[in-house]
């Protein structure tokens, strides 16, 4: 019933800035969690940041806190992830998910997924 559409991949060197931003369609409660996963070739996907319902309640991965926003547009439904600071490990292909779990973290067991936008940071 959701779908799930990312967009705002693209090749940038270390150092800058890139915005992703997840569309989203079909049916969605307004307590949809949502946010965002990574994953690079031969890896594990790796859980980047999130927000509850509502999007007053964020949170971040270690490795990106400080560096990324995770923001939600309801006028839009549109979830932007805004990437700062990017290093080379950061190449990933970048999932915006969901799911109904109203003030529940976002886990790998959501079950909405995007095909995936692809960040490459170059050194």
């Known amino acids: 019933q959701v779908q799930l559409e990312e967009s705002g991949g693209g090749l940038v060197q270390a150092g800058g800035s890139l915005t992703l931003s997840c569309t989203t369609s079909?049916?969605?409660?307004?307590?949809?969690?949502m946010g965002w996963f990574r994953q690079a070739p031969g890896k594990e996907r790796e859980f980047v940041a999130g927000?509850?319902?509502?999007?007053?309640?964020?949170y971040y991965s270690g490795s990106v806190k400080g560096r990324f926003v995770i923001s939600r547009q309801n006028a839009k439904n549109t979830v932007v992830l805004q990437m700062n600071s990017l290093k080379p490990e950061d190449t990933d292909v970048y999932y915006c998910?969901?799911?109904?779990?109203?003030?529940?973290?976002?886990?790998?067991?959501?079950?909405?997924w995007g095909k995936g936008t692809l960040v490459t940071v170059s050194s």
């Open positions: 079909g049916r969605a409660f307004s307590s949809y969690a």
């Open positions: 998910v969901a799911d109904n779990l109203g003030d529940r973290r976002i886990t790998q067991s959501v079950g909405y």
């Open positions: 927000f509850s319902w509502g999007g007053h309640s964020t």
